[in-house]
C-alpha cells in the first residue's frame, strides 16, 4: 500500500518517462512544449482507467510504445487509478511540470554513473 506523496512520486515518474518518450524535435507547433503536455495530461486523465488514459496521452505524441519501466509504474498505480486520474485533472500544471523537471534531471543524468556504480566498475576491473 502506497503514501498519498508515493502515488504521486510514482505518476509524476510515469509522466517524466512519457515526456522522454516524446520526439520534441518531430513537433512543430509555436505553442510551449510545456503547455502542450501539460494539456494534453490533462485531456487524457479523463479517460475511465489509467491504462486508458496513458495510452491516450501516447497517442496524443504520435508514440506506439512506452518504455517497459512506465507499464511497471502503471501496473504499480492501478489500484489507486481514481486518485491518480483526479491528480492529473485537478493538478495538471504541478504534476506536469515537476514530470518535466524530473524528465530533464534524468536526461542531464543520462551517462553519468553514481559513485557505487563506480566502485562496483572499478572493483571488476581488478579482478
Known amino acids: 500500500m502506497f503514501t498519498e506523496k508515493e502515488i504521486e512520486d510514482k505518476t509524476v515518474e510515469l509522466l517524466a518517462i512519457v515526456y522522454n518518450t516524446i520526439n520534441w524535435s518531430k513537433m512543430r507547433t509555436s505553442k510551449n512544449p510545456h503547455d502542450i503536455f501539460n494539456h494534453r495530461v490533462r485531456a487524457a486523465s479523463r479517460r475511465a482507467t489509467?491504462?486508458?488514459?496513458?495510452?491516450?496521452?501516447?497517442?496524443?505524441?504520435?508514440?506506439?510504445?512506452?518504455?517497459?519501466?512506465?507499464?511497471r509504474l502503471t501496473q504499480e498505480l492501478?489500484?489507486?487509478?481514481?486518485?491518480?486520474?483526479?491528480?492529473?485533472?485537478?493538478?495538471?500544471?504541478?504534476?506536469?511540470?515537476?514530470?518535466?523537471?524530473?524528465?530533464k534531471e534524468k536526461r542531464k543524468n543520462k551517462g553519468q554513473i553514481t559513485l557505487f556504480e563506480s566502485i562496483n566498475q572499478e572493483g571488476l576491473r581488478d579482478e
Open 50 to 71: 489509467l491504462n486508458e488514459a496513458i495510452s491516450k496521452l501516447s497517442n496524443y505524441f504520435g508514440l506506439q510504445s512506452l518504455p517497459t519501466e512506465a507499464i
Open 78 to 103: 492501478r489500484p489507486y487509478e481514481r486518485a491518480v486520474l483526479n491528480k492529473m485533472y485537478m493538478e495538471h500544471i504541478p504534476m506536469s511540470m515537476l514530470a518535466i523537471m524530473l524528465a
